[in-house]
Nanobody
Framework: QVQLVESGGGLVQTGGSLRLSCVVSVRTPTTYSMGWFRQAPGKEREFVAAINWNGANTYYADSVKGRFTISRDNAKNTVYLQMNSLKPEDTADYYC???????????????WGQGTQVTISP
C-alpha cells in the first residue's frame, strides 16, 4: 500500500524559505525516482523538481531553478524540497509523487497524498 505524507508548508513573506518533507511508505521506495509537484488555486498541477533513486541527479522546472533544491534520505524514506527566495507565485499546495520516467515531468502514480499548503505573502 502506498502512502505519501507531505509536511512543512506554511505562510511566509516574499523572500523567505521553507523546507518541505515527504515521507514515502511503499515497497522498495529507494528504487524510485521521486518528484515534487504543486497546484495553485484555479490552476492545474505542475511539475516542480525530480531526484533519482540515490540523489545523485536532479532537475527542476524553469520557474524554480536556482531557488529550490530537492534532496532525499533513503534511510528515512523521505524526500525534501528546500525552497528559498520564495515569491507570491510559489503559493500552492505541494505534493510528492514518483516520477513516471527519468527526464519526464509526469507523476508515476495516480495516488496523491494530502499535500502541504504553501502561502507566500507579498
Amino acid at each position: 500500500q502506498v502512502q505519501l505524507v507531505e509536511s512543512g508548508g506554511g505562510l511566509v513573506q516574499t523572500g523567505g524559505s521553507l523546507r518541505l518533507s515527504c515521507v514515502v511508505s511503499v515497497r522498495t521506495p529507494t528504487t524510485y525516482s521521486m518528484g515534487w509537484f504543486r497546484q495553485a488555486p484555479g490552476k492545474e498541477r505542475e511539475f516542480v523538481a525530480a531526484i533519482n533513486w540515490n540523489g545523485a541527479n536532479t532537475y527542476y522546472a524553469d520557474s524554480v531553478k536556482g531557488r529550490f533544491t530537492i534532496s532525499r534520505d533513503n534511510a528515512k524514506n523521505t524526500v525534501y524540497l528546500q525552497m528559498n527566495s520564495l515569491k507570491p507565485e510559489d503559493t500552492a499546495d505541494y505534493y510528492c509523487n514518483r516520477i513516471r520516467a527519468w527526464g519526464s515531468s509526469d507523476p508515476g502514480m495516480d495516488y496523491w497524498g494530502q499535500g502541504t499548503q504553501v502561502t507566500i505573502s507579498p
